[in-house]
């Protein structure tokens, strides 16, 4: 079946610290990968994607790389600010599949 | 942009009572989603609908029902609500494409 795996949280780091939430999935075929951001009192945000392996998704200074070899799709940052505070949400849609699988979110903070 | 617009930010009902959420998208998506979301769950999907007056079973679909009369509506109904269905709901829409899904803000629901 379709799982995703991520890091628990909350990450507490401070301003221009580096970031990194880990995201592992299993599934079928061969899953586009997303990565969504919920900021407070808000809905998700599409962050940023990968639809097949070894692609990069970035944004916002924000990057992840699709790699199938570990079923991986981490987040990283390298120099986070305080409006990057909020929960992060990796997910996938397997091939042929309507719906999003979801983890279960990371809460970071950052502090100046 | 896309937007996509839920009825109330807030809303409190009692045990037992009907209970209606609402979404509505301007993009002319086909596929529309609704998800509670629950700490340390992550988001979990409840139906989603794939044309008007079409609709399938998402993972949790126990005490609720939906509507899809017109294209850019579809409706959240908890037919008797319960203290269990607490929670945060979002809506999602999203072209026939696999794609990104576009969130609505989100309606934290209280059951007394």
């Known amino acids: 079946g379709n799982s995703v795996t991520q890091m628990e949280g909350p990450v507490t780091l401070s301003e221009e610290a580096f970031l990194t939430i880990n995201c592992t999935y299993t599934?079928?075929?061969?899953?586009?990968l997303f990565w969504y951001v919920q900021y407070p009192g808000e809905g998700l945000q599409l962050l940023l994607k990968?639809?097949?392996?070894?692609d990069k998704g970035s944004n916002k200074g924000f990057e992840a790389t699709y790699r199938k070899e570990t079923t991986s799709f981490h987040l990283e940052k390298g120099s986070v600010q305080v409006s990057d505070s909020a929960v992060y949400f990796c997910?996938?849609?397997?091939?042929?599949?309507?719906?999003?699988?979801f983890g279960t979110g990371t809460r970071l903070t950052v502090i100046p | 942009d896309v937007k996509v617009t839920q009825s109330s930010r807030y809303l409190v009902k009692r045990t037992g009572e009907k209970v209606f959420l609402e979404c509505v998208q301007d993009?002319?998506?086909?596929?529309m989603f609704w998800y509670r979301q629950d700490p340390g769950l992550g988001l979990r999907l409840i139906y989603f609908?794939?044309?008007?007056?079409?609709?399938e079973k998402g993972d949790i679909p126990e005490g609720y029902s939906v509507s899809r009369e017109k294209k850019e509506r579809f409706s959240l109904i908890l037919e008797s609500a319960s203290t269990n269905q607490t929670s945060m709901y979002l809506c999602?829409?999203?072209?026939?494409?696999?794609?990104?899904?576009?969130f609505g803000p989100g309606t934290r629901l209280t059951v007394l």
């Open positions: 990968a639809t097949k392996a070894d």
């Open positions: 609908s794939y044309d008007v007056k079409m609709k």
């Open positions: 993009m002319d998506h086909e596929n």
């Open positions: 999602a829409s999203r072209t026939g494409l696999p794609n990104e899904q576009f």
């Open positions: 997910a996938l849609q397997s091939t042929g599949a309507n719906n999003l699988f």
């Open positions: 599934a079928t075929g061969y899953p586009s």
